[in-house]
Structure formats: C-alpha cells, structure tokens
C-alpha cells in the first residue's frame, strides 16, 4: 500500500457536476497539500494545510473548495468548473513544520486524480 | 523569491552513457533541495535531497546530485543510464531560513534513454 492514496484516479465531469476528490496519508504526517499538473506547465501549488489548518491559498478560483478534516484526510470539492482546469491533480503529505523548527523532510506525492472537464 | 531553473525542456542519453539533469536555483537564504521523478500517469517520486553536509548526495536507483553553492546548481547524474530511467524529472527547492516557504519545482526535465 503506497503511504499517499487518492481517488478517484480517474473522473470525467461535466461543468455544472459537483465532485470530489479524495486524499489520504498513512504515514503520521501533519502537513498535506494539493498540486495541479496541467501539460506543459510546471506544478502549481494550489492548498497547503498544517495541522488541519488552512495555511496557504494560492489564488485559487472559489470553484476550487478544500477540506481537511484530520491530518490524515484531504478532499478537494469541484464546483462548475471549466475545461481549462482538467488536469492532474497531485495529493502530497510531509512531517509539518513545528513552532520554530523548519521541517527538512520531502514531500510523498499520491498517483493522482486525473481529471477531464467536458 | 524562491525559483528553480532546468534549463534542458528534454535529455537525450544513450543507454550505458553518463547521464546529468541540470538545476539551478535562486533562495534569498540557504536551500534544502530535492529531486523528483515522474513516470507517465503516476505521481512523483523523491529520489533525493540536501540538507547539509557532504556536497555529493546519493539516492534511489543509483541517482546522485551535487550541491554546488557558488554556481547556486544542483545537478542530478547517474553514471551509466538505463532504458526504464526515461521519465519526467523535477527539481525542488525550499528556503531554510525563510520559516514557512514552501517548495518550489521547477518546470521539469524529459529523459529519454535511448536503447
């Protein structure tokens, strides 16, 4: 079992759907975060959680919604979304960063949801 | 700001040749980085990091990077290549003494193996 499971691996949608995409970690970390992979652009950076609190938004379209309701799990709701945001969407997990220790550890990326918006 | 730079959209090596995927990187402090690998429709595996020490870091799969910090680079080498180590390879970096910044990868590098 890889240690950062998502599912669906696969979701086809249409733009008024609502769907969801679901994240989960079995390795005691405390920190997760949501990646978008489009083609032939570099990994965006999209929620970051630490200790289940929301600590980075990077400008993400509302219709973008992120939930995180231990450390462990990490959904992200989908909302009329456009073409333009299929995707790869990367689910990924490390130690998080305690009060005054910078955390050295990488990050564990899931398989990842791809996701195709008609 | 954080960047990382791979100069090289794609590599090509014939199998059995040394192999080296650049990266150089820019952080107002001191880096921690990383290599990623990508094959196609999966998610991205570590291969390796610095965090400090020895400027030469060894990795999975026979992988290695050096840190070289007057060139601000950190470049992933293997020294005799195989057909299955074509895939997509990303570089990392992360701020040590920026408390909270987060990783940034770089656009990433095509490797193909050639048999």
């Known amino acids: 079992e890889t240690g950062v499971t998502q599912t669906p691996r696969h979701l086809v949608m249409g733009m008024t759907n609502k769907k969801s995409l679901k994240c989960e970690q079995h390795?005691?970390?405390?920190?997760m975060y949501w990646y978008k992979q489009s083609a032939k652009k570099p990994l965006e950076l999209m929620f970051v959680y630490n200790f289940k609190e929301q600590t980075e938004n990077n400008s993400v379209p509302s219709r973008f919604s992120p939930e995180c309701p231990n450390s462990s799990h990490l959904f992200l709701h989908l909302h009329t979304l456009q073409p333009e945001d299929s995707a790869l969407y990367l689910c990924?997990?490390?130690?998080?960063?305690?009060?005054?220790?910078?955390?050295?550890?990488?990050?564990?990326f899931g398989e990842g949801s791809r996701l195709t918006v008609l | 700001a954080q960047s990382v730079a791979q100069p090289e959209d794609q590599v090509n090596v014939a199998e059995g040749n040394p192999l080296t995927v650049k990266c150089t990187y820019s952080?107002?402090?001191?880096?921690?980085l990383f290599w990623y690998v990508q094959y196609p429709n999966r998610g991205l595996q570590f291969l390796l990091k610095y965090i400090t020490g020895d400027n030469l870091v060894k990795g999975s799969y026979g992988f290695e990077a050096e840190f070289n910090k007057s060139q601000t680079s950190f470049h992933l080498k293997k020294p005799s290549a195989l057909v299955s180590d074509s895939a997509l390879y990303f570089c990392a970096v992360r701020d040590r003494d920026n408390y909270g910044q987060n990783f940034v990868f770089g656009p990433g590098t095509r490797l193909s193996v050639l048999p």
């Open positions: 952080v107002s402090g001191n880096p921690y």
């Open positions: 390795l005691g970390h405390n920190a």
């Open positions: 990924a997990s490390s130690q998080a960063e305690a009060s005054g220790r910078l955390n050295t550890g990488e990050l564990f």
